[in-house]
């Protein structure tokens, strides 16, 4: 027997033969992990969410007045500073002589950001006045949801859009700022949006690239100060976060590597059909 | 035409001699064509018994020894006698009859008589096109719907030969039959009939110079006889005779005997040597309804426009030749002649001297009235006026559209120039007759407001009416700047713009109060222009009303701008938060990769547009719900205004009193039948809808509404788009 149909052969048409399945292959791409390497990546969903954390943390104490606008603007220009030190430090300068960016146009850029955020604040304080509390909350939270679902953590799918997930991230700060009682502190507090929210990511990224061993250690005093903070606010609340930091640190990675034991992934000399959807296009 | 007669002259005999010993008729002389009456009354007494016959045209028996039996009605066909189509048993058989007669005309070339029915039905120029397999069945319809036969010449025109009948020669004396042949459509249309006794060669030069005159081919078709007492042999003779004299194939002999109804036709063929049966139909037609009525092509689609316009060609030829031949019936020329005729006859052009002294004065007034719209448009169209701010004001004053719009009536009215065709003079009257409506009925108006001091009236109102809707805006306003129906609006923009819009009110109410003391006199000069006609006081109301109210059209363009603007940032904008942008190139939206700092502004300004988006979106309903109740009233009063300067007021009143001068096609009557005579039909004249004539004749008016659809009304009204009452000069170009 012969798998050919232009021959004539003493079977019928539908005729399988024993040797059909020979060929069969199984979880031919099937890829092995390794826990450590899972581990170390999930710190990008850790720090995410550690970022969020200390985001809604900062307005909390604002806007009970325990954290001053000035304090909270001069320690946010003293890390932005160090960052942007750091960042040419950390791979020699390489990154900004690839992209050509010139430092001038960083400072007009900071220019930008603060005169339009200076200028906006006191409409942004009157901006959702007449807005229940209740909607304002309702909205944050499900901006800073989008903000988690829709970040660039490396991964390669249609969902990622880090466009949508920054603007979704300043849409949420601009709702709580207009709940804070001046425009300054509004004003700080959309400028901090900025920098946890677009400078830091920016920052973890060139460190996770070029010094891991340095990105795992940031990664762990930013989640443990995440939870310090949010320790003084609710206890109940710093230890299901920390349950849940712990989760998708190890126990997911965990769950990866043996759910991926039970992958079941047939290849053959068969066509199969495959569904291509452009997933982009919803978004 | 000469060498023609010159031909058969050679052929039959010397007859301008006039003493032919050839042996065709002179050998035989008849009585009648000597001096003699058609009962031997002598001739000089014949122009007493034609005025003891024919009343109405009892002076003209005096004019001349020529005698016209003119009929307005139809006194051969008795049209109360005709049995009536959809009627019961009685006529049910003759009904079938008929049917079958016809269907059997046709059969003989053509099969199945229903098929020939169908498409001869279908294929009519005018009237209703609804198959109908047999005239029987076509009968039995309901009285009231049209019921008619659209008569199809081509199919019939193999087998049967129509003879066209003036109904008002039915009464006529014996004679020879004068007409045109139309061979494609083998039928023969009457014009009329020539009385014994004549001299042929003076018939034939007649019938010369009634061809050169009107253009149409007429020529002598047969003979006609009509004997009151009992057929004389030696007369039939005769006719067959002149055949051979005036050539023409086929000869046509139609006799009528005493008061029978029922005439006989034959036809002779000389050269043709098998003498075969030939069918023939009398088709009665009211000749003066012919002559006059103006055939309209049938308003079909375009599909098949070529067949159909051949098909209208064909009716149309007999309507054209009747109406060519005006001049055989109008003139008193050929009075003196020695030819008698029996055809309609007009009132003729002595009765009409008030109509002539009418008509010679309104020369030198057409002329003066064009010298002055030369002068005034002259004026009109000078440079001075076309500068910016005053050009843009003409455009936006309905007044002055009106104003020109009549100048050009006027202009066309008063333009010597002679109106080519019909449609055009039709167009004429129109203009006329609405221009004189409109100019009685504004001075009707005029009248009515200059009594009893109505203007001082109306101005003393209308100020307290401006202040209180004034008032009105003011509350509006304040309940704006609350909380509107419970609505949460921001408050500082809803402070803003309130305090605005009161600020324009303040601006308004100081402008009408500084108005007061002029607004009875402005009323007062402005009401003279009701002379001018009805649509011009109209419009200047019209136009007063947008003056009026000119704050609300202002509230109205603020809040839409403010809208327009927030919907296109918003739109570009969330395109923007979601990482796309419009692609002007492809028309598309594509993905795009900002800078940081683009997307946080873009944000920012999304997030603080979304969240006023409520409070203008209200403002802007509030005053679009106002600038549409003024629109619509403008818009009603604008529609008034065209439909009298459109309304084809002129055709409407000719439909509803003469409605056989517009005509859209014919319908046949099957009148009563006798075996062995020829088929008898009446034709009628199908008058032209209602409805058409206003489609046809409809003046074109400057259109002021806009042509927007419904959803494109919508849509413009959802995103913010200005409404205007006018058409925008640039949405042409779109």
Redesign the interface.
């Known amino acids: 027997w012969q798998k050919v149909l232009y021959e004539r052969q003493p079977f019928p048409d539908n005729y399988v033969d024993q040797r059909f399945l020979e060929e069969l292959r199984k979880n031919v791409h099937a890829r092995r992990y390794r826990y450590r390497a899972v581990v170390f990546q999930s710190g990008a969903v850790v720090q995410q969410l550690c970022s969020v954390c200390v985001f809604v943390l900062t307005w909390w104490y604002m806007a009970a007045g325990a954290l001053s606008p000035q304090g909270l603007f001069a320690a946010a220009l003293a890390s932005s500073l160090l960052g942007y030190v750091l960042f040419d430090a950390v791979d020699g300068g390489a990154g900004r002589w690839a992209s050509g960016r010139t430092r001038w146009a960083d400072l007009k ?1 900071t220019l ?2 603060a005169a ?2 200076y200028g ?1 604040s006191p ?2 304080k ?6 229940s509390t209740d909607t304002i909350y309702a909205m944050s939270a499900l901006m800073l949801l989008g903000h988690l679902i829709f970040f660039d953590y490396g991964a390669n799918a249609a969902i990622v ?4 997930s ?2 979704m991230a ?2 949420a700060s ?2 709580l700022a207009s709940r804070l009682p001046r425009s300054l502190h509004a004003f700080v507090m ?1 400028t901090f949006a ?1 920098q946890i929210f ?1 400078l830091w990511p920016m920052l973890q990224k060139k460190l996770k690239a070029q010094t891991p061993r340095c990105y795992v250690g940031v990664t762990v005093l930013f989640a443990l100060a995440a939870l310090a903070g949010l320790a003084t606010v609710s206890s109940v609340g710093a230890v299901l976060f920390a349950s849940l930091l712990l989760a998708i640190s190890c126990l997911c990675p965990y769950c990866l590597i043996r759910l991926q034991l039970l992958k079941d992934n047939i290849h053959g000399p068969w066509d199969e059909a495959e569904i291509k959807e452009d997933l ?1 296009r919803f ?1 | 035409m000469d060498g023609d007669c010159g031909v058969l002259w050679g052929k039959v005999s010397p007859w301008p001699l006039g003493t032919g010993d050839n042996g065709v008729p002179w050998g035989k002389l008849h009585p009648w064509l000597l001096g003699m009456g058609d009962n031997g009354v002598p001739r000089g007494q014949r122009g007493l018994m034609g005025k003891a016959k024919s009343p109405p045209f009892g002076d003209r028996g005096q004019q001349g020894p020529m005698r016209r039996t003119g009929s307005h009605e139809n006194n051969g066909v008795p049209r109360g006698k005709v049995s009536p189509w959809p009627l019961g048993q009685g006529t049910a058989g003759s009904r079938e009859d008929k049917g079958i007669r016809w269907g059997a005309a046709s059969t003989g070339a053509h099969g199945p008589p229903g098929g020939w029915a169908r498409r001869s039905l279908s294929a009519g120029p005018a009237g209703p096109r609804r198959p109908s397999p047999s005239p029987a069945e076509g009968a039995g319809r309901a009285a009231g719907e049209q019921r008619c036969w659209v008569y199809h010449c081509s199919r019939v025109a193999a087998m049967v030969l129509k003879v066209f009948f003036p109904s008002c020669c039915s009464s006529a004396e014996s004679g020879i039959l004068i007409g045109r042949w139309i061979s494609e459509q083998n039928s023969a249309v009457i014009l009329a009939v020539v009385h014994f006794p004549f001299i042929p060669v003076q018939v034939k030069q007649y019938v010369s110079e009634v061809q050169r005159v009107t253009k149409v081919n007429v020529s002598v078709l047969g003979s006609w006889s009509n004997s009151k007492q009992e057929k004389e042999e030696s007369l039939s003779e005769f006719l067959e005779d002149l055949g051979t004299i005036f050539s023409h194939e086929p000869w046509i002999q139609i006799s009528k005997e005493g008061n029978s109804k029922f005439w006989s036709c034959s036809t002779l063929q000389k050269h043709s040597n098998n003498p075969k049966e030939e069918e023939i139909i009398l088709v009665y037609y009211d000749q003066r309804k012919v002559m006059l009525s103006h055939l309209h092509p049938p308003l079909d689609t375009a599909a098949s426009t070529d067949r159909k316009a051949d098909d209208a060609s064909k009716l149309s030829a007999i309507f054209d030749t009747v109406a060519k031949s005006k001049v055989l019936f109008m003139t008193d020329r050929y009075d003196d002649g020695p030819i008698k005729l029996t055809h309609w006859q007009s009132d003729g052009v002595e009765a009409s001297i008030i109509v002539e002294l009418l008509k010679q004065a309104s020369v030198p007034a057409c002329m003066l009235l064009t010298f002055l719209l030369s002068v005034i448009s002259g004026i009109c169209r000078s440079r001075v006026l076309k500068f910016w701010p005053l050009s843009f004001l003409w455009s936006k004053l309905s007044t002055c559209e009106q104003l020109g719009y009549r100048l050009q009536h006027l202009q066309v009215i008063s333009s010597n120039k002679k109106a080519q065709n019909e449609s055009q003079l039709m167009r004429k009257a129109n203009i006329f007759v609405s221009l004189l409506i409109d100019v009685a009925l504004g001075i009707l108006l005029m009248s009515w407001l200059y009594r009893k001091n109505r203007i001082g009236h109306l101005a003393d109102t209308l100020i307290p009416v401006a202040d209180n809707v004034a008032e009105e805006l003011q509350d509006l306003l304040q309940w704006l700047m609350g909380a509107p129906a419970g609505l949460k609006m921001n408050r500082a923009l809803d402070q803003v713009l309130g305090r605005f819009f009161l600020y324009h009110i303040h601006l308004w109410i100081s402008y009408i109060h500084l108005m007061s003391p002029f607004i009875e006199m402005i009323l007062w000069y402005v009401g003279l222009s009701a002379c001018l006609g009805l649509t011009m006081a109209l419009c200047i109301l019209s136009d007063i009303i947008a003056l009026l109210t000119f704050h609300i059209y202002c509230f109205y363009v603020y809040g839409a701008r403010l809208y327009c603007l927030k919907i296109y940032g918003l739109s570009s904008l969330w395109r923007l938060f979601r990482g796309k942008k419009w692609n002007v190139l492809r028309q598309r939206v594509d993905s795009c990769s900002y800078d940081l700092d683009q997307l946080f502004i873009g944000t920012l300004l999304f997030t603080i547009l979304l969240f006023l988006l409520p409070t203008t979106a209200l403002y802007y309903l509030v005053f679009t719900l106002l600038r549409l109740l003024v629109v619509i009233v403008q818009g009603l009063i604008h529609l008034l205004v065209d439909l009298i300067d459109s309304l084809p007021l002129y055709s409407i009143i000719l439909r509803l009193c003469r409605s056989y001068r517009l005509a859209a096609g014919v319908k046949f009557r099957v009148l009563e039948q006798q075996d062995g005579k020829p088929l008898r039909l009446l034709m009628q004249i199908n008058p032209l809808s209602y409805s058409s004539v206003v489609q046809t004749y409809r003046l074109p008016t400057y259109s002021c509404y806009p042509k927007d659809s419904w959803t494109s009304l919508c849509k413009k009204l959802f995103l913010g788009e200005l409404i205007y009452p006018w058409k925008h000069k640039g949405e042409k170009q779109d």
């Open positions: 850029s930008v950001f339009f955020t906006f409409v942004l009157t901006l959702t006045e007449s807005i859009s880090s466009t949508l920054l603007n300043i849409f601009v709702c959309v900025m677009a982009s978004l």
